[in-house]
């Protein structure tokens, strides 16, 4: 796909993209701006967002500041650097392979399971609900979260003439429907949650994001004012309203993008299957098949990452990242940046560009590697953007990626269903850029031949 075609909805034509950069370094001015729609907020991400009260789509002010360092700290303090993190994705990797072992070597469609199991490690992860295979909150989660990327990704008319809001606009109804059941449901954990939390560790992240928010009404009632934030802003303060779409955001950007990644990783390993046979056998090396790959192996498993950034590289599932604007006059480059303006970075470019990458069209997992072998990050690698609008659930989606793509490959070769094509490599472009769906076949690997898929009772899985 070309991303300078004028495919991409027109008001961010308009735009400066930023798809070239005679040096990586001057990114990173760039990168510091906030991203922020284009005033007025757009109709359907204030919908989303309860008119900014997230972080992604939120103007840069002191509030979204302290919004942003309350999740940072509610991430490491529930997840990032423990043990719990780990524990909720292995589980999700183990019902995961249950699922596709469970196809007994018949084609299937990919997409179903993995999306399934990235939506349980998010439930997991907000609200501590883990839902077996079928449970009607699982599916109620998957419906609304699909039909707000879909009908996101259909674009709406309305975000450039929002005076249709007021004529029939089927789009716009599914959209608001979708969001009604989302805040329904968050609204309910959210209330629980008050109700059963105690001090101490917080179970989850609805637990951290509370407690975060008491401790800064706290200092604010106590005068501190380490928060910077102005005398309007400090009354309003994190309001149930930021902690609610925070949770719906984790949803929003941490669902699509690592399933999308994921089924571009399995797409790119069926087009190479000496690939997929070089990363099992580091795996055998390193952990063999008597226990689980964790974390903790991730260092020695240099090819195995390299895979996984290669994918991130040559597909990055947000080649525009999300717009940001100028909020001061600057210059890139040499092009001058007036304040206000919005400007787009083409991280499909950056990814691609030729002075950058040697043969960028080809998918080389090495060029994450030295000569000996170990880990090397070029400088124009970003797929998480950069600066202090980087993703900030970084860490929790390597976390992700690397123990769902080996715990996986340790299990199962993947290839190409019978009489099949190969999946399609050109990807289409919605709310991220997706491979078309396509089916493979799912064979475990010697050792684990005898690893039944069916489920007894509940989701459980053995070894003969
Ligand atoms: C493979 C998975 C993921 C990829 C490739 C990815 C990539 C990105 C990118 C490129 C941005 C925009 C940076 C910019 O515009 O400068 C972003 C922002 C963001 N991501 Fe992710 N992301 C992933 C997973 C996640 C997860 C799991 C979460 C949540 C737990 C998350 C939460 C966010 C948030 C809240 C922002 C907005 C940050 C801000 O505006 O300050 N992402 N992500």
Redesign the pocket.
Known sequence: PSLSSPSLSSPLLSSPVLSSPSSPRSLTPL?SLP?SPLPPLQLTTELLTRGGK???FSDYSPLWKTH?RL?HNS?TLFGEGTTKLQSIVLEAVEALCCDLQASRGQAIDPDPPLMRAVTNV?CTLVFSSTYQHGDPELTTVMEYNDGIVQTIARGGLVDIFPWLRFLPNQTLTTLTECIAIRDQLLSKKLEEHKVSLIGGEPRDLLDALLQGQTRIKHNQGSGVRGQGLGVEQEEEGISDDHVLMTAA??FG??VE??ST?LLWVLAFLLHHPQVQERVQKELDEVVGCGRSPDVSDRTHLPYLDSVINEV?RIR???PI??P?TALTHSSIGGHSICKGSRVL?N?WAIHHDPEHWDQPEDFRPERFLDDKGLRFTPSCFM????????????S??RL??FLFVSGLLQRFSFSPAPGVSLPDLEGRLGVVLQPLRYTLTVTPRPGWEGVKGEREGEGVWWKE
């Open positions: 990168l991203p997230d972080i992604a942003r999740v991430f998010v955001e984790v950007a941490g993008t690592t990644t991130m990055p599932v947000s990242l999300i940001h970075v991280m797929p998480f953007g950069a600066g202090p609008r980087v993703c900030v659930g970084e929790l989606a992700e990626l």
